[in-house]
């Protein structure tokens, strides 16, 4: 008996019960999925699945991930990785770590705060922080919450002037980089939302009706806190203006007669760094590169737009040699691990961005949530480059890795 009383006392481990809800649901979560997981368990299914979801049949939405766990390490061993530093520079700056936070409209449909608590917790992480055009919360309201680097997301618009004037807007708040999103000449065609009857701004009506009241926390922040409105568009000319300005109001805007020589419309009217977002071929790369922007964005919008677009991950290693070096090249799409930034910078990216990764972040425990996914990438990414071998980013070669044929 007493054996068993010491072998039960060496095991029993009792940690004082955390008394902040957010938190107990933090220390469960290992991963981007488990945030996943609680985000779908709290959200409405119209506003998980408008997060969620991608175009059509929702292939390169897969593929983008997919793709990264396609590619295998080749890891060395007895490299001495005692000490390993992550830090970098993106657009001629500094950064903590190669990743920075992409621009997600509408934030606060995940949490009230919304984009000033994602803002915020990209602040305390040192990484840049994109706001959308398409924004809940505006430019100078984000810019109070965060003095660190800043990016400002637009599209190109019929009305250049409301463009302009967000720019003026985001260079008077230090917004460093405009970030030019080139994969929207039209809308995407999401089926989740179409099914669901999703519209934005948010609406409760008969067939949302439901959903809202099996999500009592969500459908109460929503109603407690002020109107999720296009903040950056208020009292802008995009609306017939009976109304708050509707998703309809804005796709009417987008410029489908844009070309590569609008980019000198960019360069006329703002001051700062340029990215070009939405950048799907090598051919455009060296485009993009010829018009002297300062750095293209891989990517397919998530899987949001053309459904059957390269996975962003698998364009790397060629723009890289085609452009590598005149240019930053930002990964972004399908990120969920430290592990895949480690490869994206290993085939030649400067830099990855994220999108969903931190609104099922700030879905499952807001401002806190967003925290742990930045601090679980960061991590990752330390853990991933002792057991590959490499101690800066700059040790980071194709030759670590190699794809995976099953
Ligand atoms: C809910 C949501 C809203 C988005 N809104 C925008 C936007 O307003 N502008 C933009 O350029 N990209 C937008 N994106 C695309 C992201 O910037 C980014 O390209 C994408 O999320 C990357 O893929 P990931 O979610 O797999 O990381 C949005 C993505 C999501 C998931």
């Known amino acids: 008996m007493p054996q068993f009383v010491d072998t039960l006392r060496s095991v029993l481990q009792f940690q004082p019960r955390e008394s902040d809800a957010d938190l107990r649901r933090l220390r469960k979560a290992a991963n981007v999925e488990d945030l ?22 929702e292939v390169s939405l897969h ?38 936070l992409a621009p997600t409209g509408f934030t606060r449909i995940a949490d009230p705060q919304g984009e000033l ?23 100078e309201e984000v810019a109070a919450a965060n003095s660190g680097s800043k990016w400002f997301q637009v599209y190109m618009w019929r009305d250049r002037t409301v463009v302009k004037s967000m720019l003026d807007r985001a260079a008077a708040c230090g917004y460093e980089a405009a970030m030019l999103t080139v994969d929207t000449a039209v809308f995407g065609k999401r089926d989740r939302d179409a099914r669901r009857g999703f519209a934005l701004p948010p609406k409760i009506g008969p067939s949302t009706l439901i959903d809202g009241a099996l999500h009592p926390r969500w459908t109460l922040d929503l109603l407690r806190n002020e109107p999720i409105l296009f903040s950056n568009l208020i009292g802008a000319d995009v609306s017939d203006g009976t109304e708050a300005v509707q998703l309809a109001d804005i796709s009417a805007q987008f410029d489908q007669s844009v ?34 922007v300062d750095a293209i964005a891989l990517s397919n919008h998530g899987g949001r737009q053309l459904d059957g677009s390269p996975a962003p991950i698998t364009l790397v290693q060629p723009v890289a040699e085609a452009v590598g070096g005149n240019i930053d090249i930002i990964c972004d799409g399908g990120i969920r691990r430290g592990s895949d930034i480690v490869k994206a910078i290993a085939l030649g990216a400067t830099a990855c961005t994220i999108g969903r990764a931190y609104l099922y972040g700030l879905a499952a425990a807001g401002e806190r949530g967003v925290d742990h996914v930045l601090e679980m990438l960061r991590t990752d990414m330390l853990r991933t480059m002792a057991l590959i071998g490499a101690r800066t980013l700059n040790d ?7 794809q995976h044929h099953p």
Not at 396 to 402: D, S
């Open 63 to 100: 593929r983008n991930s997919q793709a990264f766990r396609d590619l295998e390490f080749k890891p060395r061993v007895l490299c001495d990785v005692a000490s390993i530093e992550i830090s970098s520079q993106l657009l001629g700056r500094p950064v903590a770590a190669p990743f920075a």
């Open 259 to 292: 070309t590569w020589d609008d980019i000198g419309w960019l360069r006329d009217n703002w001051q700062g760094s340029i990215i070009l977002k939405g950048i799907q071929t090598v051919a455009d790369a060296e485009l993009a590169a010829s018009h002297n």
């Open 36 to 57: 996943r997981t609680m985000a779908r368990r709290r959200l409405p299914r119209g506003v998980f699945d408008y997060i969620d979801g991608g175009a059509d049949a």
């Open 117 to 139: 608590a994602v803002a915020r917790a990209a602040r305390r992480a040192q990484l840049p922080y994109t706001l959308s055009t398409l924004s809940t919360r505006s430019i």
């Open 396 to 402: 980071l070669t194709p030759g670590l890795i190699a």
